[in-house]
């Protein structure tokens, strides 16, 4: 009671005490407070590893091929460089490239989408089928043969990843924008005359926000996963960067000296897990919001 | 039924038409001159040679006739040759897709099976410990890289514990068994050799749980869900107001009809199968397509890379295919309409 | 015929639900004799399904039912195992509301008739089943029965399916048959050919019912004795006559009043006002006072308790007056 007089006197909307409750309820929920955890953490990391970790990744800093010691964490690999200090930096080659990997598919995918299912006919029809040749492909064949015909290299990886991508948030989002077209609100909208780009961008898009947002949150562990698939191939990141896919092809080749391998593996295994777990537990949330409708 | 089948029939053509023409796209983007691909470096120097290549692929035409020229190619059943193996590709396909189908349909024994077990189970103990041990579990399987956990089961139950023998499909000095489905475990019984079969079993299992492990998170989640729907709906009630036993109401009712959607994520888990043995077989010295696409783009291998293109293409399709139909046959609803 | 075939007294049914209990069932008395058909009559959310499926342990797993259920003299709550799947679908049959969700889709109707057979009946054969399902069907008049057998429920139209559903309940010749709104999904027509169908059932097979619907008009032609619930309670309990003309309790009155009646065209129909209280936060007093106009300050404070007043059982503080006070109250 105390709380909310304190907050509206100190002039803030009581919209905006509602959503805060919200996100406090959504943290209520543990896989949702264990994955904002997980991704807090490695964001932190991202943002300051180069301040605190222990070494430098690109260079030597003891003998080749150490085990795991006091000085090393997780040992140090076939030239030498700490591994721990490796994977600390591994994760801003994977994450910031992931993110803007779902990002790009977003916008590009989203628009061709919201277009298609907005506008319908031919629009949709052309649209459509490129989704459907796109989808044809089972993602990482599609992602090797495309990052190949570019040549290796994080940006070609990137390249390729948005082009396997997008057509699943084209799908999604014409989908919604299906749905949300003949809702009554958007349909008063267009008997006062609204024009259309005004309509979709004011009351269809907003709208689908939320479910957009979960899809993208539980692809993004996917994109993580992907990303460093196509660097164990050798298709992604290149020798020296210390990216985590990159790490456990080099721990392959040291197959008995397992400290190479584990570290970038640990290091995505929490990621994704903390990535999935966030994603699941909105999903719940938002399936039991949809239930009770 | 029939119309439903025939709508999903007809979109089959312009998809197979589609996956053909982006998988030329492709391999024309390869900055590699795609003439080297073809005929070889050394054969480079035969002006022969290379005026037969250029006028089979029609090479020394525009992109539309050589297209067109691919097509016809295609159409005889002609990939080119691999510029790595020397092989034609269609042939070389052939010799591991055998490997990589015994692979992904024992992921997806071990993935299916698994899946729906712990789905069951979450189910019936909700929002209990083991509930979550069971979604933790499999969520763990499905946020994991294959090639990270094949690696780590290799070096755990092989090179430290022993449990398992090490990678691939064969011991070394030991011949395939002469070839009749192209799954060394069954050709190996259809020969009568039954150690034979124990040891491609057991170099099967490994690789083959690793990759059903990964897929069998989103099959247990939807089986979870889709039974706890199921549970709560008004004929389980009348099930139960029959004085059915709970195990008869739970198979023959709850059970049976979450794993209607079920049936659907089977069909493009499938699909995501065939994808994770590209990394498993890597990892696994699995002689399959997986292994050979990977070779493939890493040695710019265009014709190779365009026949694995096709091939992924054409199993994605089919197994779709496959889950529609699937479907219909067992949905009523759909079947008689 | 000794004793009642089912007598419930103080029944009780809470659901815990997040931090709170809602109390969807407050200690209902209730008889059913050999033979007798019984409307349990109230508003949705009155607690009259939710009493019946207590009975039976077919409530979500939050439900907690309490007090005492005897059948044919045997206390039936908190049975499990056999002895409760011998009750369910045995001796006691259940006909649930919508058609359209309680059959199974994916399975033939004889399937799941010859299912409800099957599990009491486990040794007969499978040419026997199937004449049963035949002949069960056949009881309920459904056409062609013999080729229905194979249908899917979605084959079929509500009421054919309703059918189904009552066929379902008789499988096993049960001694009571419970139907939760047997025609509340279905169109006003089919109303009336299941309605038949039931006291049809009746006349040959002598078979008891508990009627639940919101309906008062519907339990007039079937019902022998009502029981009207309101807010987890009986409030009025009468041979269906009396319910109609002597009612005491001025919810009964409202319902009545809500029925579009012949006799008196031009009369507007006449709502109870107000909902139904929440059932987790019942009013001190009488439930129905904040509805009821003939509430005094005494309804606001004390519960009433049920009594004889006349040829009613009623829970009203100001019965016998307080319908004939309405009508003043209302002109």
Same mark, same amino acid.
């Given at each position: 009671?105390?709380?909310?007089v304190?907050?509206s ?5 009581a919209?905006?005490v509602s ?5 406090g309820?959504?943290l209520r929920?543990?896989?949702?407070a264990f994955g904002?955890m ?8 991202v ?8 070494y430098?990744p690109?260079?030597?800093?003891g003998?080749?091929?150490?085990s795991?010691n ?6 140090t ?9 490796r994977v600390l930096?591994g ?11 779902i990002?790009?598919?977003l916008l590009?995918g ?14 949709d029809?052309?649209v459509?089928?490129l989704?459907?040749?796109?989808m ?6 599609l ?8 040549g290796?290299?994080?940006r ?5 990843m ?8 084209a ?6 924008v299906m749905a949300m077209?003949h ?9 006062i005359?609204?024009?259309r780009s005004?309509?979709?961008r004011?009351?269809?898009l ?9 899809n993208?949150?539980v ?8 990303t460093?698939s196509?660097s164990f191939?050798g298709l992604g990141?290149?020798p020296p960067?210390?990216?985590?896919g990159?790490m456990?092809?080099e ?11 584990l ?8 990621v994704?897990?903390g990535i999935?777990?966030l994603?699941?537990?909105?999903r719940?949330?938002?399936d039991v919001?949809?239930?009770s409708? | ?5 025939l709508?999903?029939?007809a ?6 038409f589609?996956i ?8 024309r983007l ?14 480079m120097?035969?002006p ?5 290549a250029k ?6 035409k525009s992109?539309?006739?050589q297209?067109?020229?691919y ?7 002609d990939l080119?040759?691999?510029?790595r193996t020397k092989?034609s590709v269609v042939s070389?396909?052939a010799e591991?897709i055998?490997a990589?189908?015994?692979?992904a349909?024992?992921a ?8 729906v077990?712990?789905g069951?189970?979450s189910?019936?103990r ?5 509930d ?6 499999a /969520? ?6 294959? $090639? #990270?956990?094949? =690696? &780590?089961? %290799?070096? @755990?139950l092989? +090179?430290?514990?022993g449990?398992?023998?090490g ?6 000095r030991v011949?395939?068994p002469?070839?009749?489905t ?6 190996? /019984?259809l ?5 034979? $079969? #124990?040891q491609? =079993? &057991?170099? %099967?299992? @490994?690789p083959? +749980?690793?990759l059903g492990w990964a897929?069998?998170g ?5 089986v979870r ?11 389980v ?10 195990r008869a109401?739970?198979?023959g009712?709850v ?7 079920v049936?659907?994520i089977v069909?493009?888990?499938f699909?995501t ?7 498993t077989?890597?990892i696994?010295?699995w002689n399959?397509?997986g292994?050979?696409a ?5 040695n ?8 694995v293109?096709?091939f992924?293409?054409?199993v ?12 219909a ?9 | 015929m000794?004793?009642p ?12 639900v997040?931090?709170?209990?809602v109390?969807?069932?407050?200690g209902?008395d209730?008889?059913?004799n050999h033979?007798?058909v019984?409307g ?5 959310g009155?607690?009259k399904?939710v009493?019946m ?7 979500a ?10 059948f044919?003299?045997t206390e039936?709550?908190g ?11 045995g001796?006691?049959?259940m ?6 969700t ?6 033939t ?8 057979i099957?599990a009491?009946q ?6 026997r089943v199937?004449a049963r399902?035949q ?11 013999a ?6 429920p979605?084959e079929?139209?509500g009421g054919?399916?309703?059918?189904v559903?009552?066929a379902?309940a008789?499988a096993?010749e049960?001694?009571l048959?419970i139907?939760?709104?047997?025609t ?24 008891a019912?508990?009627?639940?619907t919101?309906d ?13 619930m309101?807010?987890?309670?009986v ?9 109609f003309?002597?009612h005491q309790?001025?919810?009964t ?5 809500c029925?579009p ?7 507007d129909?006449d ?9 987790d ?9 904040p ?5 005094i300050?005494?309804?606001?404070v004390r ?5 004889m ?6 829970a ?8 004939a006070?309405l009508?003043?109250a209302?002109?």
């Amino acid at each position: 009671m105390t709380v909310s007089v304190t907050t509206s006197g100190s002039g803030m909307s009581a919209q905006r005490v509602s959503r805060i409750k919200a996100v406090g309820g959504l943290l209520r929920h543990p896989a949702i407070a264990f994955g904002v955890m997980i991704s807090a953490a490695w964001l932190v990391v991202v943002l300051t590893v180069h301040w605190w970790a222990p070494y430098d990744p690109y260079e030597s800093v003891g003998e080749r091929l150490r085990s795991p010691n006091g000085d090393h964490w997780f040992g140090t690999d076939a030239l030498g460089r700490d591994v721990f200090t490796r994977v600390l930096y591994g994760a801003r080659q994977s994450l910031p490239i992931s993110v803007a990997v779902i990002a790009c598919a977003l916008l590009i995918g989203g628009l061709l989408g919201a277009v298609a299912g907005y506008f319908g006919k031919r629009v949709d029809t052309v649209v459509m089928r490129l989704v459907d040749v796109t989808m044809a492909f089972p993602p990482i064949l599609l992602a090797m043969a495309v990052a190949a015909a570019l040549g290796p290299g994080l940006r070609n990886g990137f390249i390729a990843m948005v082009v396997v991508w997008w057509p699943i948030y084209a799908r999604l989002l014409r989908a919604q924008v299906m749905a949300m077209k003949h809702k009554e609100h958007v349909e008063a909208a267009v008997s006062i005359g609204a024009t259309r780009s005004r309509i979709l961008r004011r009351h269809v898009l907003p709208l689908s926000f939320t479910g957009v947002m979960v899809n993208a949150t539980v692809d993004l562990g996917q994109v993580v996963l992907l990303t460093a698939s196509l660097s164990f191939l050798g298709l992604g990141a290149l020798p020296p960067a210390p990216e985590w896919g990159a790490m456990i092809t080099e721990g392959a080749k040291n197959f008995y000296q397992w400290w190479i391998a584990l570290a970038p593996g640990l290091a995505m295994v929490t990621v994704v897990l903390g990535i999935n777990f966030l994603g699941d537990g909105l999903r719940d949330v938002l399936d039991v919001k949809v239930a009770s409708k | 039924m029939k119309r439903y089948i025939l709508a999903r029939l007809a979109i089959v053509p312009f998809l197979l038409f589609g996956i053909v023409t982006v998988a030329f796209i492709i391999s024309r983007l390869i900055p590699a001159d795609p003439l080297t691909s073809i005929v070889g470096e050394r054969a480079m120097g035969n002006p022969e040679v290379i005026a037969a290549a250029k006028s089979k692929w029609g090479l020394d035409k525009s992109v539309p006739e050589q297209y067109w020229a691919y097509l016809s190619n295609l159409v005889r059943g002609d990939l080119g040759t691999s510029f790595r193996t020397k092989n034609s590709v269609v042939s070389d396909l052939a010799e591991r897709i055998p490997a990589t189908l015994e692979l992904a349909v024992t992921a997806m024994i071990i993935g299916g099976v698994g899946g729906v077990l712990l789905g069951k189970f979450s189910a019936r103990r909700k929002d209990r410990p083991a509930d979550h041990a069971a979604r933790v579990f499999a /969520l763990v399987g499905s946020s994991l890289p294959v $090639f #990270w956990t094949g =690696l &780590a089961a %290799l070096f @755990l139950l092989y +090179a430290r514990l022993g449990v398992f023998p090490g990678p691939g499909r064969l011991p070394s000095r030991v011949d395939p068994p002469p070839q009749v489905t192209g799954f060394y475990t069954i050709d190996a /019984l259809l020969d009568g050799d039954v150690s034979l $079969f #124990w040891q491609c =079993l &057991a170099r %099967l299992i @490994l690789p083959a +749980a690793v990759l059903g492990w990964a897929i069998m998170g989103s099959i247990s989640r939807l089986v979870r869900a889709s039974m706890l729907d199921e549970m709560h709906s008004d004929y389980v009630r009348t099930a139960r107001a029959k004085g059915l036993r709970e195990r008869a109401v739970m198979r023959g009712h709850v059970l049976r009809n979450a794993l209607l959607p079920v049936l659907t994520i089977v069909g493009f888990s499938f699909a995501t199968l065939l994808t994770g043995a590209v990394l498993t077989e890597t990892i696994f010295e699995w002689n399959g397509v997986g292994s050979y696409a990977v070779a493939a783009t890493r040695n710019l291998d265009y014709p190779a890379i365009n026949a694995v293109c096709l091939f992924g293409g054409v199993v994605f399709l089919l197994s779709n295919l496959a889950t529609d139909l699937l479907y219909a046959l067992a949905d009523p609803k759909v079947r008689l309409t | 015929m000794t004793g009642p075939l089912l007598s419930l007294s103080g029944l009780t049914v809470d659901f815990s639900v997040g931090d709170g209990v809602v109390h969807a069932v407050r200690g209902v008395d209730l008889d059913v004799n050999h033979g007798e058909v019984v409307g349990l009559v109230g508003e949705s959310g009155s607690g009259k399904s939710v009493t019946m499926l207590g009975l039976l342990g077919l409530l979500a797993p939050n439900a907690r039912v309490g007090g005492s259920a005897l059948f044919d003299g045997t206390e039936i709550l908190g049975l499990t195992g056999k002895p409760l799947r011998a009750l369910r679908g045995g001796r006691i049959g259940m006909i649930f509301q919508d058609p359209m969700t309680s059959l199974n889709p994916v399975l033939t109707i004889g399937r799941q008739l010859a299912e409800a057979i099957e599990a009491h009946q486990p040794t007969l054969t499978g040419k026997r089943v199937r004449a049963r399902v035949q002949e069960l069907l056949e009881m309920v008049s459904i056409p062609n029965a013999a080729e229905r057998i194979a249908a899917y429920p979605h084959e079929l139209s509500g009421g054919m399916r309703q059918r189904v559903v009552i066929a379902m309940a008789l499988a096993n010749e049960p001694e009571l048959l419970i139907a939760d709104e047997p025609t509340t999904a279905l169109d006003v027509t089919i109303q009336a050919q299941i309605l038949d169908v039931l006291a049809d059932l009746r006349q040959r097979t002598n078979t008891a019912m508990v009627i639940i619907t919101h309906d008062l008009g519907l339990v007039a032609g079937v019902a022998d004795r009502v029981n009207v619930m309101y807010a987890g309670r009986v409030v009025e309990r009468a041979e269906v006559d009396e319910i109609f003309h002597k009612h005491q309790h001025p919810y009964t009155a409202g319902l009545l009043r809500c029925l579009p009646r012949l006799d008196r065209r031009g009369i507007d129909l006449d709502p109870i006002g107000g909902a139904p209280p929440r059932l987790d936060r019942l009013p001190e007093g009488c439930a129905f006072a904040p509805r009821c106009r003939a509430a005094i300050d005494e309804c606001l404070v004390r519960d009433p308790m049920l009594r004889m007043v006349g040829a009613s059982v009623v829970a009203c503080h100001r019965a016998p007056d307080a319908v004939a006070s309405l009508t003043g109250a209302g002109a």
